[in-house]
Structure formats: structure tokens, C-alpha cells
């Protein structure tokens, strides 16, 4: 599956954003979803993921981070609000994809394991 991240940008400390991420080539309807993400010289983190029905949210992100999936629309969204600074990132959109068997780049947040990741979407925040 490949995933396409968008609506990063900068805003200001308490302020919010909306990044959406669509999915090509396989439908998500069944596949773990989630957003990671990641700053230069940290490790990457979970944040919020879509994990066989379950929704699980990082604690530090809890009652303001949302995701939701539209599998419809083949795309998985991430409602962030009262943004902080320390959560300035890059933030990716990643799939459990049982069809990706060589991929290396393996994470994991709740019973899934993330193996298919988008390019990044940067979120500054101010």
C-alpha cells in the first residue's frame, strides 16, 4: 500500500491541525492504520493508531489528538488540537500491510506491527 501524507504545516502553541493521509493500491479497511512521528536525533513515537477496531492514543496525546478513518475515502486523518511545541515533528502515516514482506522499517504500537510508512508530513509549532 502506498500512503501520502498531507496538511502539515506551522502554527502556533494551542493552535490545531488536520493531516490526512491516502492510501493507494490496497484498501485500509482491514489494516492496523496509525501516525508516528519523529524529531532529528530522537527516536520515532507512536501516536495515535487504528489497531483492529481498537483506537489507542499516545497518553501524552490524550483528549486532543483524534484519529479517524474514512474507508471510503481510503484515507486515515490525525485532528490535532492544543498543539504544543515539544510536538513539533515530522509526522508519518504508516500500515500494518501483510502484502509488504521485505520492508525493514518495522514499528510497533498496540498489536500491530507498521512496516509501510508515507514520506512525512512536517508539523511546526511556534
Known amino acids: 500500500v502506498q500512503l501520502v501524507e498531507s496538511g502539515g504545516g506551522s502554527v502556533q502553541a494551542g493552535g490545531s491541525l488536520r493531516l490526512s493521509c491516502v492510501a493507494s493500491g490496497h484498501s485500509i479497511s482491514n489494516y492496523c492504520m496509525g501516525w508516528f512521528r519523529q524529531v532529528p536525533g530522537k527516536e520515532r513515537e507512536g501516536v495515535a493508531v487504528?489497531?483492529?477496531?481498537?483506537?489507542i492514543y499516545a497518553d501524552s496525546v490524550k483528549g486532543r489528538f483524534t484519529i479517524s478513518k474514512d474507508n471510503s475515502k481510503n484515507t486515515l486523518y490525525l485532528q490535532m488540537d492544543s498543539l504544543k511545541s515539544e510536538e513539533a515533528a515530522m509526522y508519518f502515516c504508516a500500515a500494518d500491510d501483510p502484502n509488504d514482506l521485505t520492508s525493514t522499517d518495522v514499528a510497533t504500537m498496540g498489536m500491530c506491527e507498521y512496516n509501510s510508512w508515507g514520506q512525512g508530513t512536517q508539523v511546526t509549532v511556534s
Open positions: 487504528h489497531d483492529k477496531g481498537n483506537i
